[in-house]
């Protein structure tokens, strides 16, 4: 339904350090988008469809700006050993099997069923190299109604035999002819993604860089997550100032091109100023970051640079697909980075991580991630009635707490671009906006 | 039910650094302890009534060592301050609130109920200085069946007035009638809680020690989490070595009198001397360490040195119940320890956490926390079914990520002492353990 009206608490992140709160206020939707949120709804939209979420909350889609959708299968396993290894062991062996389309269809269905139940409306997906097993996932996801990026990964060296394509030009005819059949999709966009720079050759690079401008594609990999990745990287590009360099010399790293960087742990000044006036987008995994023993990357400074930062699941590094868990991490080892390691970038703020999780990683998809005029509308209404308490509570408060301890139940309801892509199937409730839906969002249950 | 067998993957820790695992084994339950786990049933138990949960995962129940009670009704709120003046924005305005016995019904009615249909069968639990509000949590929880210590908290200095009791005296009065009417309890004992050094004058520390010797009990408090904390100890104790010592000079600090200390993270050699010759318990709490950027206890260190060590949740400086969340953070929170501050103690496994939140801290309630002979028979049925996989998976792999994972849906049942105290209610099984049951765990539907 293009056109309607939700009631209930309403926040949303109107800069990084402040959060709107709405009693009891109504969100406008129209053609789409946000026709803003107001605490008495204006005469022009009295006859809009209006669904009333009482004492719900009502946020803007989450945005989950890195995640690996092959690894699903094993998340929370293993979890004993640093990056390279931890893909060399676990990964490379996993992410092999999609060859295979009937295990690839099993694993995918059940990610792309999870990932439309939790919070996340927006997200920027790996598969693998293998392109029909890739085709198979966007096919999966763009039922969901939910509008992702997705991309077939590309890797050409320092793999195992059984996970590296035969050539970068081989990899790259692959990825053309991938980017062909990815017309057919109407939730789910393509995005260029070299793995990263130990696993691309420099041709590879280049060859990806002349799609990349052909076809106006966004980009997405992994930079300075682990220490002995980034000296893997000096050794393998000399020459190079910097991680990021690795990309940006085949002009994969911002500017004209629109890039998602995952993790930028151990980013030096070099690296984050290129960043910053490249408009590289950071996805900050804290989770994967812990468990993969990589570090915590000072965030609150890329925030205070004005650096383009969101969050990021990063299955399976992380563990969980949930958003809030990574807001919640982002707060944790922040505390910890500045307790243990460095006074000088203090812990970050409830306002901050919700900001990131929403408006920051949203911009990379657009005018997404708040509720603000204009901006594409994405909501999530959050039931916290299982969060039992005998005091009274402030929306703000609600809203960190769930921050904290929302889990699977937490949801009443996700809409996309105006459209419902969930809601929750106990509550016996009946809106109006679900009989009216059509087209990409509907039929989704 | 005093004797009964329930049949499932059945896990425990047999030392700190081995996980035993029986693929649809036997856990017999005799005069509400453990007759053994088996392969196949012996002939003398086959009469006795056995419950098959399938494929699913027995574990002994988990043991929260650190949580406080009246903290529940704001975790997950404020998490911006550090320790000493979190309790004196927070803390003490929440607790001042259980001189209200009408706020005390409600808020520990909640808590009561969360920590039943939780995965923790055992646990030692602060209350608030109010003799009649924690008698009524002690009420409530004694009718859970989960078997727990709670101590109404001591506080005679460097407190606000709203929370202070008016001397030392009156403090150990007090505690004296509330010991005498903790007699009518069959689950919950009660446990010596002065604060932690700060806010007890050492006239009411001998009072207490006097108590402690009096009744034998067991003793709780608070040891070296926070820097500002532990300087002011410092200045408060001149004379003393370490913080240890201030309880230690009243005989509060193990030897003959049963002691647990939360957190330790910033314990020194001495310290950690003291506890392991005189068998004090450390209750590591994580998340709460994180929360309140205290840092993170090196506590690889201390299980290797062979002290005594469980884990807690530590509400509110903790947001949830969960020990298996307790299970996981401890391992990412000693990574990040080890790649940001302290490479000489590595990261914890798998199998020490799950000791941890098992046998470790079972250890304090006797023999608790193990599938041995003789042990109390404390059991979790975890249900895994919502975290579906297309691959095959390993017991081991699926409780790895049953630590990680496990919410509110993941538990099917819950044995303390051989009785059933909690059973999923919408899977409709019925058993013969639940239709005979009798005593302390019955009715607690």
Redesign the interface.
Known sequence: MKNHVIKGNICYSATKDALSVTENGYVVCQEGRCAGVYENLPKEYETLPCHNYEDKIIIPGLVDLHVHAPQY????????LELIDWLNTRTFAEEA?YEDLE?AE??YG?FAE?LRTSATTRACIFGTIHTEATLLLMEKLDRTGLQVCVGKVNMDRNSPQYLCEESAEKSAKDTEEWLQKCQRFHNVRPILTPRFTPSCTDELLEKLSELQKKYHLPVQSHLSENLGEIDWVKELCPGTSCYGESYDRYGLFGNGCPTIMAHCVHSGDKEMEMMLKQNVFVAHCP?SN??L????APVKKYLENGMKVGLGSDIAGG??LSIFKAM?MA???S???????DQSVG?L??EEVFYMATKGGGEFFGKVGSFEKGYEFDAVVLDDS?L????K?SVK?RL??????A???SMTAKFVNGHVVYRESQDGIKTTVDGNDSGHGAGQR
């Open positions: 299968t094993f998340r929370g396993m293993g979890m004993d099997k295990y099993k694993a059940i999870d989770e812990a468990n023993s990589s570090g915590v563990t969980s919640a707060v944790q080892c505390k910890l980075r500045w307790r243990l390691h812990p703020t409830m299982s039992r308490h005998p005091q509570l408060e960190e707490r769930l921050i904290y301890l889990d699977g139940r």
